[in-house]
T-cell receptor, first 115, second 113 residues
Framework: AQKITQTQPGMFVQEKEAVTLDCTYDTSDQSYGLFWYKQPSSGEMIFLIYQGSYDEQNATEGRYSLNFQKARKSANLVISASQLGDSAMYFCAMREGYGNNRLAFGKGNQVVVIP | DGGITQSPKYLFRKEGQNVTLSCEQNLNHDAMYWYRQDPGQGLRLIYYSQIVNDFQKGDIAEGYSVSREKKESFPLTVTSAQKNPTAFYLC????????????FGQGTRLTVV
């Protein structure tokens, strides 16, 4: 079964606007961690933000925020004030349980920021 | 500087040959991972290792082999049994704590010719 689901088609975003990238996950564990990564065309994976399953507040890191809805098992990434350099693939990932180091990734969301 | 290094960046292989991709980290991380990425697709887990001398199969381990003889090194061998090896391969490492992110290498693009 797919653990992480990212189903949005590629998105065009106007510079300076906000964009929301959807991510839903599937786990029966109570303790887990959710991550978002950015992959520009050069290929490297850049860590953006982390949300723990027990964190009561949504995570924020600069222009990135994570809209965590635990009951719905969703962890959407919000990028505010988009910049041209935000054009990339964005991947949602999950680490299940404690002591289990396995990371599962979604298929990614393509974002293109246009001036 | 601390980080994770993959080499080579580009690799060409003839059909029927084995090839080994290098992954080295100096972050003192316990866990290391190998992922495969195909064009327009997400990352699929090939193998991962939580400690030295131990590793587990991921979702697509067939046709691949790994070793973890040293904490800092986790080489991946793409064998001739892998039917479609052309892909982008990413190595990652992380600490074992729940909250820590994985650090990735720059990737190796393997092409079978």
């Amino acid at each position: 079964a797919q653990k992480i689901t990212q189903t949005q088609p590629g998105m065009f975003v106007q510079e300076k606007e906000a964009v929301t990238l959807d991510c839903t996950y599937d786990t029966s564990d109570q303790s887990y961690g959710l991550f978002w990564y950015k992959q520009p065309s050069s290929g490297e994976m850049i860590f953006l933000i982390y949300q723990g399953s027990y964190d009561e507040q949504n995570a924020t890191e600069g222009r990135y925020s994570l809209n965590f809805q635990k009951a719905r098992k969703s962890a959407n990434l919000v990028i505010s004030a988009s910049q041209l350099g935000d054009s990339a693939m964005y991947f949602c990932a999950m680490r299940e349980g404690y002591g289990n180091n396995r990371l599962a990734f979604g298929k990614g969301n393509q974002v293109v920021v246009i001036p | 500087d601390g980080g994770i290094t993959q080499s080579p960046k580009y690799l060409f292989r003839k059909e029927g040959q084995n090839v080994t991709l290098s992954c080295e980290q100096n972050l003192n991380h316990d866990a290391m991972y190998w992922y495969r990425q195909d064009p327009g697709q997400g990352l699929r887990l090939i193998y991962y290792s939580q400690i030295v001398n131990d590793f587990q199969k991921g979702d697509i381990a067939e046709g691949y082999s790994v070793s973890r003889e040293k904490k800092e090194s986790f080489p991946l061998t793409v064998t001739s049994a892998q039917k479609n090896p052309t892909a982008f391969y990413l190595c990652a490492s992380r600490e074992t704590d729940l909250s820590t992110e994985a650090f990735f290498g720059q990737g190796t693009r393997l092409t079978v010719v």
